[in-house]
């Protein structure tokens, strides 16, 4: 869902049913709100990549739209611009990085993957000093194992591809199917005591 107000401000929220909104102001009278609602969410997207290297930026999809947290994302490769996560953090149901394609993380900023999500790594990840967030059970596959620096999980997580992690793995919760491999800098951090 996505709204608009006077003052140009624009928030994604998520609601089922629409009702007729007004917002009063004491000192300046009645300001008029437009909502503008999308029919569905957006299952899946594809980067473009033909603006900008800012994944944030709707016109670098093919749904002209930037991914949410129910969106399962493709990372082609042969694009002009490769995607960068580099203004905010990201949410995703999946992500699928193709062979000869490359998806950056800039700095501290967080992709979280949904439950029932996955990391496919055919190509090149970059994360800087970036987390993967898995907000439940996950996988880690693909051909290409991919480096992270920090690596969060809230529910089993499937490792087909062995990644090497060179910051903190946190397990808040859940079971690895599979040990990574350690940098010489990690940490391994467990949060619960169904951790295996």
Known sequence: MLFACAAAVQT???LS??????LRNPDQGTNALSLIRRS???ASATWMGVTSTDWHTSSNWDVGAVPLLSTAVTIPAGTTYNPSISTA???V???????GATLSIAGAFNLNIENGGSFTSNGTF????STI???????INGSSQPTFNNIT????LTVSTTPTINGNFTINNGTVSAAPIYGSSSTLIYNTSAAT
Do not use: R
């Open 12 to 14: 994604q929220i998520e």
């Open 17 to 22: 049913t629409i009702s007729p909104i007004t």
């Open 40 to 42: 569905t969410p957006l």
């Open 89 to 91: 953090d990201a949410s």
């Open 93 to 99: 149901a999946s992500v699928i990085i193709s062979s």
């Open 126 to 129: 970059n994360g800087a000093s």
């Open 133 to 139: 967030i898995f907000s439940g059970a996950g996988t």
């Open 153 to 156: 999980i809230n529910g089993n």
